[in-house]
């Protein structure tokens, strides 16, 4: 279901670039354009093409092709991934164009690929993905264990949830770590923001903020709370380091300070709380109460979401944080804008925002009331035995011992 | 090497491959509001629902590629098209949705019908007005879309956009024709008559009424008049071998010439407005990018859409044969 609605309200993408910034869609088209074609060709028609055949061909292709076509359906999305980000880190960090009348003239097809921040967006991208994946199904798992159903589903996803987290969850912080290095380097404003600092130069030792309530207007922020001493270290490594602030971004370069500032608390706070969930997961399983300590439990189904809320975070830091370029340093976002008047716009918007919601209402009713029913009704897993091969490949048992045992009709 | 002109070939193909294929689903989409027997439109949905996500993907191809290869034409037809295109995209995510959720709902899975067929029907009219659009000519001011979001609300675009509606509820209705047995066959018979005669008037009268209104589409005529003569010919040929098959013994004669009376109606559509990418103003060699750009899209087609054809053709050959009485898990 999540596909269905993803696959419908990502169609509308291909269309905005000229819709609502037709001057970007004139500029970048030689690009950007080039990118998505391919997205296109080796990815949407992948995974729409075998998506017929996942759901509804089991019993017309038999289980091997199913797998098969269940693989491609994964391997479409993930090339997808790709290309999009792809794309997107070109608009952060363009490279390999040269311009010509306004328009732009792609030099070096490898740099504008493989353009400087795509190499770390990528995987910081995909682990999240991972990450939420993860998150969503461990909080179902223990939603299960709490109200005492399904207790054997409910038992794998959790152990599989979470252990996957455990790998994901250290990888992503060193990404992470290494993108916010070339985040400073290539977009400094972006960063500059995201820490909440005005001036050029912070007081020493700083603080970290956690919240703040910037004022543009006067470059300066009018209420902070902050951890003492903890911003000199997570951003200087060193006890009385400074940290450099908005400031010494001209003021008409500038993001605004509250929208960057919040999506990478987002991120950063629900990757502290995931990280040290992950530590209490593993501490748990050793002394064999990873299934029975309610307080993991049900900070587990509180966690549901917040994968999907952390990545969201982390796009709006990335969005936001460009402004106000649409290509970093390249075009400015006012002057991408289509010739399409306002009110117009407005009223599209508006008519989106219902039907969105109409959307993400079906879709959050219906999700919820799957879970509510629980796993009887969808299809068998491998047993969980020992190794993880067998919890790998569930689609070749289920379809095996389907075909040994036809439903009966 | 002409490479703009093989650009416009391929993003030409998609859009007909779109037309086509997407044609027959949302005219069954269309269609799915009249019968009052749950039992024919769940069939008549389960016809369409294994491949009609791989059919939606045609138009993102043909816009990425006039995005890729013609940014310029790109930058100017998207927001001279503001309006149908914006609503089109919900009536298309409208009808996509509904494809889920009425299958997780069944008391009451008529309101998901309903919001399946308006998604559909609005979707298909959108596209209709865009043609009657293309055809009337866009103003451009050098680069920029000079004129106003609402020139495609004329009756000559509302006369097309019916035409176009008319012409996918007769591929809708020819697929039903195919893939259906017992009271979705017979259901499907019914509309086809009266969606062919419908379909045929229409596209009679807008032809007539673009030669007759504008001076562009006369020129072509006179330009090109044993071609255009040709076509039309062909396609009243077509229309009346079309009605004759309703009903037949051959299940799927209706359908194949209902796609060839689309093609046909895009070609004659070609023959009007190329060379021009934004019609009567800028032909497709002054709309295109540069080479570095037409040559990445153009080897990344040729090596890929081979794949692509052969893996569609596949999944259209798994769900082959009448669409099962219980679903496709039966």
């Given at each position: 279901m999540g596909f269905g609605v993803g696959v419908v309200t990502g169609i509308v993408l291909s269309f905005e670039f000229g819709l609502g910034f037709a001057r970007f869609g004139q500029m970048a088209g030689p690009a950007i354009g080039p990118m998505i074609a391919l997205e296109v060709l080796t990815s949407f028609f992948l995974e729409a093409g075998f998506l017929g055949i996942m759901l509804f061909g089991l019993n017309r292709v038999g289980p091997k092709l199913h797998f098969f076509a269940t693989c491609m359906v994964a391997l479409g999305t993930l090339l997808s991934a790709t290309w999009i980000l792809s794309a997107n880190s070109w608009m952060q960090t363009p490279d390999g164009v040269a311009i010509d009348h306004g328009h732009v003239v792609v030099t070096d097809w490898l740099r504008v690929v493989v353009n400087p921040s795509w190499l770390i967006r990528l995987p910081h991208m995909l682990t999240a993905a991972y990450l939420t994946a993860c998150f969503l199904v461990s909080g179902i798992g223990a939603w299960y264990l709490l109200r005492k159903e399904h207790l054997e589903f409910g038992k794998r996803t959790v152990s599989l949830g979470m252990g996957f987290a455990t790998v994901l969850i250290a990888v992503q912080v060193f990404i992470g770590d290494i993108l916010y290095g070339r985040m400073l380097q290539y977009q400094p404003s972006k960063m500059q923001a995201a820490e909440g600092f005005w001036e050029t130069e912070s007081e020493s030792p700083a603080p970290y903020y956690w919240i703040i309530v910037p004022d543009q207007e006067s470059q300066r922020n009018r209420f902070t709370l902050g951890t003492p001493y903890l911003g000199s270290i997570w951003?200087?490594?060193?006890?009385?380091g400074r940290v450099k602030g908005?400031?010494?971004?001209?003021r008409d370069r500038q993001p605004y300070m509250g929208l960057v500032f919040y999506g990478f608390r987002t991120m950063y706070g629900i990757a502290i709380l995931m990280f040290s969930l992950v530590v209490a997961s593993l501490w748990l399983r050793l002394r064999g109460r990873l299934f029975t300590a309610r307080w993991f439990l049900r900070a587990l189904v509180v966690m549901t979401p917040s994968g999907v809320l952390a990545t969201l975070g982390g796009w709006y830091l990335a969005e936001t944080g460009r402004q106000p370029w649409v290509i970093y340093g390249v075009l400015r976002t006012v002057d991408a804008v289509s010739p399409v008047p306002p009110n117009v716009l407005l009223s599209t918007l508006i008519l989106f925002i219902c039907v969105y919601t109409l959307f993400l209402t079906g879709f959050l009713a219906y999700t919820g009331r799957l879970i509510r029913r629980g796993p009887d009704e969808a299809p068998e897993y491998a047993e969980a035995r020992g190794s993880l091969k067998p919890a790998l490949m569930p689609a070749i048992s289920n379809a095996a011992s389907r075909a040994v045992q036809p439903k009966e009709a | 090497m002409d490479l703009p002109l093989f650009s416009a070939l391929f993003a030409v193909c998609s859009l007909l491959l779109y037309i086509l294929l997407d044609g027959f689903d949302l005219g069954v989409g269309a269609l799915l509001l009249l019968p009052r027997d749950e039992h024919v439109r769940d069939r008549m949905v389960d016809s369409i629902v294994p491949i009609w996500d791989g059919n939606e993907t045609w138009l993102i191809m043909a816009g990425i590629t006039l995005f890729a290869a013609f940014p310029v034409a790109y930058g100017i037809l998207l927001p001279a098209f503001y309006l149908p295109l914006m609503i089109m995209l919900l009536g298309l995510g409208l009808r996509g949705v509904s494809f889920e959720f009425r299958m997780q709902?069944?008391?009451?899975r008529w309101a998901w019908d309903i919001a399946f067929g308006l998604g559909s029907i609005v979707a298909a009219l959108m596209q209709g007005l865009i043609v009657g659009g293309l055809i009337q000519g866009v103003a451009v001011d050098g680069e920029r879309?000079?004129?106003?979001?609402?020139?495609?609300?004329t009756a000559f675009c509302l006369m097309v956009a019916i035409s176009v509606l008319a012409g996918y509820v007769v591929l809708g209705a020819g697929w039903l024709h195919l893939k259906g047995t017992g009271p979705v066959r017979m259901f499907a018979e019914r509309s086809l008559r009266v969606a062919a005669v419908a379909f045929v008037s229409l596209a009679i009268l807008s032809t007539a009424a673009a030669a007759v209104a504008y001076e562009t589409v006369m020129t072509a005529w006179a330009a090109h008049p044993v071609l255009l003569t040709a076509i039309s010919v062909t396609f009243l040929a077509v229309a009346l071998m079309l009605l004759r098959a309703v009903g037949a013994r051959a299940d799927g004669r209706p359908f194949y010439l209902g796609l060839t009376l689309f093609a046909l109606g895009v070609i004659g559509l070609g023959v009007v407005i190329l060379p021009y990418m934004v019609p009567y103003r800028l032909t497709l060699w002054e709309a295109a990018s540069a080479r570095s750009s037409q040559l990445f899209v153009l080897i990344g087609a040729l090596v890929v859409t081979p794949i692509v054809l052969g893996y569609s053709a596949f999944a259209y050959y798994v769900f082959r044969g009448k669409t099962p009485e219980h679903g496709w898990e039966t």
């Open positions: 951003l200087t490594h060193s006890l009385d908005l400031k010494n971004t001209p | 709902v069944s008391r009451a879309f000079s004129g106003s979001v609402f020139d495609v609300c």
